[in-house]
């Protein structure tokens, strides 16, 4: 259908007629896209442009400001809310066997608080008396490795390296700087755990809340989501939820056998420092799939310095657990949580550590599995419906 009525006159053609210069090019431009418009009118404006932009910088530092404030509290919420998932599965395990939802959580606390008391009385007063004698003997360690048996039967030119690697760490330990640094870091560590007492009440009244309303807030935030997507919604967020759970507690699981697995191991070998070396163990398996390695390499330079047929009989014993762990016990343990690649859960474990330290260690795969679920079950969906 024509834009002008038959017999009627274009603009365009009527401002050739006259010409003028003007009317044609008012009448032939295109009209301004409206969406722009707003864009326009501010360039035209640069004095309210640069007002607007400043306050928009100085609004962003002051949230940020904000935010870094209220960073301690922001964790203390992340892991309660970790936490709560975390005992969620042995929470509803007990109401499957008829236990109040109240009980229940009552129960797991209980459990909780018994062995957090046996850590306090049984295992921290030998760990603290371990670090000092850990820092009294290393001097008299290093000063008599080369009167050990093994050191005699090595190469001269050995010899002469491994003396002089010693004496450069002798000269490090008993210089006043690294003094003064393991005092500030005791000192720092004494501080922390005093602070971690305060700490871990928040955090304790946290995931009893988040624990005993986490079907109340799984329910509002299905509300949030249209009808029609709410059933998916539910059943992605419980698998997150449970893929969750099952890897905090296989985490936490594996490292406690590990660690007394290594505890066992220096008691029967007759290692020094057995219970400061099972505290060791339980941080560092906290590192999925690569903890246990590290740890190996570490246990067995530790044990050197006692006696190389003892560090030879710990690598040896700690690698046959480590092959039992990963065939045998890790599959059955971690048999709720998502296969997450190696290089992934390396990238998580070290970003984790450097954002929230062994916390961030603990809860890098249960967030790579929840990141790993979405993209599998929602972005890549979407993306292949696109042709």
């Known amino acids: ?53 400043t306050l928009g910088v100085l609004g962003a530092l002051v949230l940020g400001s904000a935010l870094g404030s209220i960073s301690t509290i922001l964790v203390y919420i992340v892991l309660a809310m970790f936490l709560a998932l975390g005992l969620d599965p042995i929470v509803r395990m007990l109401e499957r066997h008829r236990v109040k939802r109240g009980g229940a959580i009552a129960i797991v606390f209980g459990a909780f608080a018994l062995l957090f008391a046996a850590f306090l009385i049984w295992v921290l007063p030998p760990v603290v008396a371990q670090i000092g004698e850990f820092i009294v003997a290393i001097p008299a360690t290093i000063a008599g490795v080369p009167e050990t048996a093994w050191f005699q039967s090595l190469d001269g030119d050995v010899q002469v390296a491994i003396l002089a690697a010693l004496e450069e760490l002798a000269q490090w330990v008993s210089s006043p700087s690294t003094l003064g640094a393991l005092g500030g870091g005791l000192l720092a560590v004494g501080v922390a755990f005093v602070s971690g007492i305060s700490a871990s009440f928040i955090v304790v009244a946290l995931t009893l809340y988040f624990l005993s309303s986490l079907s109340s807030m799984k329910k509002a935030f299905y509300a949030l989501a249209p009808a029609r997507n709410r059933a998916r919604l539910e059943n992605l967020t419980e698998r997150i939820t449970a893929s969750v759970g099952g890897a905090l507690i296989g985490s936490v699981t594996l490292s406690s056998l590990n660690a007394a697995v290594v505890f066992l191991l220096h008691i029967l070998i007759d290692l020094p420092f057995p219970a400061l070396m099972a505290v060791i163990a339980f941080v560092i398996t906290l590192i999925p799939l690569f903890g246990s390695v590290i740890f190996l390499v570490l246990g067995t330079g530790v044990a050197l310095f ?25 599959p059955r343990v971690m048999n709720k949580a998502i296969a997450i690649p190696a290089a992934l859960v390396l990238i998580g474990a070290m970003v984790g550590g450097a954002l929230m330290g062994v916390i961030g260690v603990l809860v890098a795969l249960p967030v790579m599995a929840s990141i790993l679920l979405i993209i599998r079950e929602v972005v890549v969906p979407k993306q292949d419906l696109k042709v």
């Open 306 to 330: 006692t006696s190389p047929t003892q560090a030879l009989i710990f690598f040896v014993a700690y690698l046959v657990y480590i092959q039992l762990e990963s065939y045998v016990i890790s």
């Open 1 to 53: 259908m024509d834009a002008n009525p038959p017999g009627a006159v274009d603009p365009v053609d009527e401002a050739h007629h006259h010409d003028d210069p003007a009317l044609i090019d008012v009448m032939a431009a295109p009209e301004r896209p409206k969406r722009f418009a707003g864009v326009l009118a501010a360039l035209d404006r640069p004095l309210v442009l640069g007002f607007v932009t």
